[in-house]
């Protein structure tokens, strides 16, 4: 039982820290958001140079190979930076995917997502599927050699700037079955392939995709055909225990800026810190920092455990960290008074970004669900 | 970083479960379970401690030079974890936990001679003399006066919310020697022997309804108490400082295992409760949520021990940080006897007096319904005593934030 980091793990975080600190103030990034892109490629290929996007990946594969501990400090630290550029959805997410692929396939995409060159994004939401990960009406049929893609995907983190997808499709079986899943890659520029992009209200951008008649070739399925539903449920996880990461890091900086500003911030003739209804809600705030700091470390350290542990982390992480979420972000604009509710300030933003993560990848009463039939 | 216990911890863990499985027998489980404030007579808990001494497991945490059982940090935590897991009954805090310290930091020679076997040998039952009916998170403001008559104190005044008094031989108390400005610097620490003239001890009888001899606390009459001036620990007037010492050496407490304890044993009874149409209440979904979010927010604290403990052993420091323990702690243990009173529904009316009391007929109700609801009144003590948890959030605002 160890709960420190290595000099390795630190050396990291320092460097995260200073690449925040030299390109991702406030400012910046307001800049990088408000830009047509929404996203800084300079940022993109300095972490490329810098060894991140090849974190999780096996030396084999070209990668670092590091685990869960290392890619929970660089999401925590962008968290700290509202970071924008789409690291978790291509390194840990679709990456995720494709560390587990066949060879050919590992060869073919992990070289591109390690120099920087592919940004990929994880297309599964369906509007009628809400956070149902199995719910998928998007079907691919088996046509010769090629996959033909029919359906739609919504909110697809990151789209507009990926140029390679990750799509769950239905292969088999009933809308609802967790058999008949498959995971197929398609390319942006796919005939058939449609999107609508538009920019969240976190300051991210996202997609809306139609797929007509897409055809891809079959080689493009990872693991089995039908088979890929325990797949996505452990890359989901692994995706939860990154957005919880990134969510310690933005309520890391709320908690710090509300106990300052109530430090400096007088009224009645004294700082409204002195007032004890103020500090017992900065204390009750931090409290939820801590247990949440405690059930990310947690899950970062359970992904490895066989099902019903994994889940009751993932899910019990999920639901603490949404909850503080909600909490320290209503709070601190709360604390914050007529400030907190200008766009100006930074407080709003880490609020926003806060409650998108909420509900990303299922909310609270959705976990809870899943918590209670873990066994 | 990394989760697991080495295999020499396990071992040890082994040996604990072991211990527990041939000392905790069924008899004192079955006692345990009467309990409706979780004490259970002196006699099951000194025979406990007995067997805890006989292994050299009555002082995790005392040096080993005073008879301390040695542990590693991590032994400590497995300790701690597989007691509280099993609910065996929790050492009785007062002499080994709580005086014991203070004497070995702060004591005379004779006074560590006199006093520290006998608590490690649980021979001698102590209680706490801190709190008045006028100073209660206040402590500072304490009244009880020792003058000193040079080879004895004359005391008089009033102690209260002193847990189990009724059984205690000796009592350690905050006095008041001198009326200074500032009123910590008037204060001393006394031992005194229960059994000196002019002491009184009267039951307060609290929500959970215990009656004599099992009431958890007491009001204690001093009225012209002589004790010998070789009784006072330290510097007279310094006694402040000591109290202090005795706060810090207290933090630290592993919830979560016993919280734990808790969601199992509310599962059992919600799987035991009929909600018609051959259902229990474990299939009901809504109830079945508040369990889920209980055990979500010990899974919680389990990871804030966890960090807190692995700190300890690293050799860093832990600070008012820990106060998150004993406000978490409570608040998930008073919403776990909550959502027990919801599960009995109506076997929570019931009211019977004396738990432990042979009754030849049978229970109303389910035999666990009747303490069920006392345990959770008198469970309501839990965030107003040790620094109730408002004063555990001021302490966590000047000394963790800076406010």
């Known amino acids: 039982m160890d709960f420190s980091f290595s000099e390795e793990q630190t050396l990291l975080r320092n460097t995260i820290q200073s690449f925040i600190q030299d390109n991702y103030d406030f400012d910046k990034r307001q800049a990088i958001v408000k830009s047509e892109e929404g996203m800084k490629q300079e940022n993109w290929k300095q972490f490329a140079e810098l060894g991140l996007l090849g974190l999780p990946f096996s030396e084999e594969d070209g990668g670092l190979n590091f685990g869960s501990v290392e890619t929970m400090i660089v999401a925590e630290e962008f968290g700290k930076g509202l970071v924008v550029e789409p690291y978790i959805q291509t390194v840990v ?20 997502i390690i120099s920087g060159e592919d940004i990929w994004a994880f297309a599964y939401a369906e509007p009628q599927g809400r956070y149902n990960l199995n719910d998928l009406t998007t079907t ?27 799509v769950s499709v239905r292969t088999a079986g009933g809308q609802r079955d967790s058999d008949g899943i498959s995971v197929l890659i398609v390319d942006k520029n796919s005939e058939g392939l449609s999107i609508r992009d538009y920019p969240t209200v976190d300051g991210s951008r996202a997609s809306e995709i139609t797929f007509e008649n897409v055809s891809i070739s079959k080689d493009e399925l990872i693991g089995e055909e039908g088979k890929g539903a325990e ?3 452990l890359i989901v996880d692994e995706t939860i225990a990154a957005i919880c990461s990134e969510a310690i890091g933005a309520m890391k900086v709320l908690n710090d800026a ?6 400096t911030r007088k009224q009645f003739g004294q700082p409204i810190g002195k007032f004890q209804v103020l500090q017992h809600r900065m204390v009750d705030m931090f409290m939820q920092y ?18 019903a542990e ?66 | 970083m990394q989760l697991g216990f080495k295999e020499e911890d396990i071992k040890f863990r ?86 014991a310290p203070v004497i070995m930091e702060f004591g005379s020679q004779e006074q560590k001679d006199k006093f520290l076997p006998d608590i490690l040998e649980s021979n001698v039952w102590w209680c706490q003399g801190y709190s008045e009916p006028g100073s209660g998170s206040d402590l500072a403001s304490l009244q009880c006066k020792a003058e000193n008559k040079g080879d004895h104190y004359l005391v008089n005044g009033t102690k209260i919310w002193t847990t189990m008094a009724q059984y205690a031989d000796w009592i350690f108390c905050l006095v008041r020697t001198s009326k200074t400005e500032k009123p910590q610097e008037g204060i001393s620490f006394l031992l005194i022997d229960m059994k000196s003239p002019g002491i009184e001890v009267r039951p307060l009888i609290t929500l959970d309804n215990s009656p004599e001899p099992h009431q958890e606390v007491n009001q204690v ?15 007279e007037n310094k006694g402040w400082t000591y109290a202090k010492y005795l706060l810090e050496f207290e933090r630290g407490t592993a919830y979560s295992p016993g919280l734990y304890r808790g969601i199992k044993n509310l599962k059992d009874i919600a799987r035991d409760t009929s909600i018609g149409d051959g259902l229990t209440l474990l299939d009901d979904n809504d109830f079945l949520n508040k369990i889920n979010e209980c055990e979500i927010q010990i899974q919680a604290m389990e990871f804030v021990e966890l960090r807190i403990f692995s700190a300890l052993s690293a050799g860093q420091r832990v600070g008012p940080e820990s106060s998150i323990l004993k406000t978490r702690g409570t608040e998930i243990g008073q919403y776990l006897q909550e959502l027990a009173v919801e599960a009995i529904g109506y076997w929570s009316h019931p009211f019977v007096e004396d738990t432990f009391a042979n009754v030849n007929e049978p229970s109303i109700g389910p035999d666990y319904a009747a303490t069920i609801t006392p345990e959770y009144y008198n469970g309501r003590k839990t965030t107003i005593y040790a620094g109730s948890n408002e004063i555990q959030r001021n302490i966590i605002s000047k000394a963790v934030l800076g406010l």
């Open chain 1, 140 to 166: 691919a049929t088996l046509d010769g050699d090629n996959y033909i893609i029919n359906g739609y995907k919504s909110v697809v983190s990151g789209g507009p700037w990926a140029n390679k997808f990750i």
């Open chain 2, 14 to 99: 082994d040996e604990v479960r072991s211990f527990i499985k041939e000392t905790f027998t069924d008899d004192m489980r079955k006692t345990l379970s009467l309990s409706k404030n979780g004490h259970a007579g002196k006699d099951l808990h000194v025979k406990w401690q007995k067997s805890l001494y006989e292994r050299g497991w009555m002082a995790p945490n005392w040096p080993e030079q005073y008879g301390g059982a040695g542990f590693t940090s991590t032994q400590k935590y497995i300790f701690e974890s597989e007691m509280a897991r099993e609910g065996a009954p929790r050492t009785i805090p007062f002499g080994l936990s709580m005086v």
């Open chain 1, 290 to 307: 801590e247990q949440s700091v405690s059930m990310t470390y947690m899950v970062n350290l359970k992904l490895d455990e066989e099902y």
């Open chain 2, 221 to 235: 009459f001093f009225e012209d108490v002589k004790v010998p001036i070789e009784n006072l620990i330290g510097e």
């Open chain 1, 258 to 263: 509300t106990v300052e500003y109530c430090k």
């Open chain 1, 231 to 233: 797949l996505i449920e």
């Open chain 1, 310 to 375: 994994r889940r009751k982390a993932a899910s019990g992480a999920k639901v603490q960290i949404a909850k503080a979420a909600k909490f320290i972000g209503q709070s601190a604009v709360q604390l914050h008074g007529g400030m907190g509710m200008t766009d100006e300030l930074n407080v709003g933003h880490y609020f926003k970004r806060l409650s998108m993560i909420e509900n990303s990848y299922g909310n609270i009463d959705h976990h809870l669900k899943k918590y209670s039939t873990a066994g």
């Open chain 1, 93 to 112: 997410t679709c990456g995720g995917f494709l560390r587990r692929a066949s060879a050919n396939i590992k060869e073919k995409y992990i070289p591109g």
